[in-house]
């Protein structure tokens, strides 16, 4: 138990669907963080907030849209996906973007998409 | 966010202390020494990091060298769930940095 929940675990979406990613942290954290893992692949950050706005966007298709309504959910909105989406999703959250030295930060189990 | 060289897999008996080596030469001064894992499917776990002095906690101790070019995570007592990918990783924080895993050790633990 990480201290941040995701769901779907597993999301099977075709291609013309609109899904959603869920993702909520009971740690106190004021920075959540959207990361997709894809086979053989580094993690690649996706979306940053702090304090429930948004702080970076690295270069994603706007098929994905995030949403922070408050400083403890964030969710990743789905649409029109194609095929080479299919990753795992994580979440992450960590007390502060701008925080001390040695800020750590906590992932989630992550949900696996598969886009069909 | 400093090179880290860890090797690609290590293998270690159940019940053993499973010792994995990161060389981080080029961390520069303000840079943590962070180790994760990954077990197959789920997302990474933090386990431990530090800057300067040796840390330990209820999963493991980090041992890092004087002049802080490498570092070893011990798993003191392995069981057959620490079988996993770990990843050693420096950076100052993750907030101001993008994370990059990199390819990590795999550590199998062996009944």
């Known amino acids: 138990e990480t201290g941040v929940t995701q769901t779907p675990r597993h999301l099977v979406m075709g291609m013309t669907n609109k899904k959603s990613l869920k993702c909520e942290q009971h740690?106190?954290?004021?920075?959540m963080y959207w990361y997709k893992q894809s086979a053989k692949k580094p993690l690649e950050l996706m979306f940053v907030?702090?304090?429930?706005?948004?702080?970076e966007n690295n270069s994603v298709p706007s098929r994905f849209s995030p949403e922070c309504p408050n400083s403890s959910h964030l969710f990743l909105h789905l649409h029109t996906l194609q095929p080479e989406d299919s990753a795992l999703y994580l979440c992450?959250?960590?007390?502060?973007?701008?925080?001390?030295?040695?800020?750590?930060?906590?992932f989630g189990e992550g949900s696996w998409l598969t886009v069909v | 966010d400093a090179k880290t060289t860890q090797p690609p897999s290590m293998d270690c008996a159940e019940g053993r202390a499973a010792n994995l080596p990161c060389n981080h030469s080029?961390?520069?001064?303000?840079?943590?020494v962070y180790w994760y894992r990954q077990i197959h499917s789920q997302g990474p776990q933090y386990i431990i990091h530090g800057l300067k002095n040796n840390e330990t906690n209820e999963m493991a101790s980090l041992i890092i060298t004087e002049d802080r070019k490498s570092s070893t995570l011990i798993l003191p007592h392995a069981t057959l769930r620490d079988t996993a990918v770990y990843y050693c990783i420096a950076l100052t924080n993750f907030g101001n940095e993008k994370l990059t895993f990199g390819t990590g050790t795999r550590l199998t633990i062996i009944p």
């Open positions: 907030y702090n304090f429930k706005e948004q702080t």
């Open positions: 992450a959250s960590s007390q502060d973007r701008q925080g001390a030295l040695g800020n750590t930060i906590y």
């Open positions: 740690l106190g954290h004021n920075a």
């Open positions: 080029t961390i520069s001064g303000n840079e943590y």
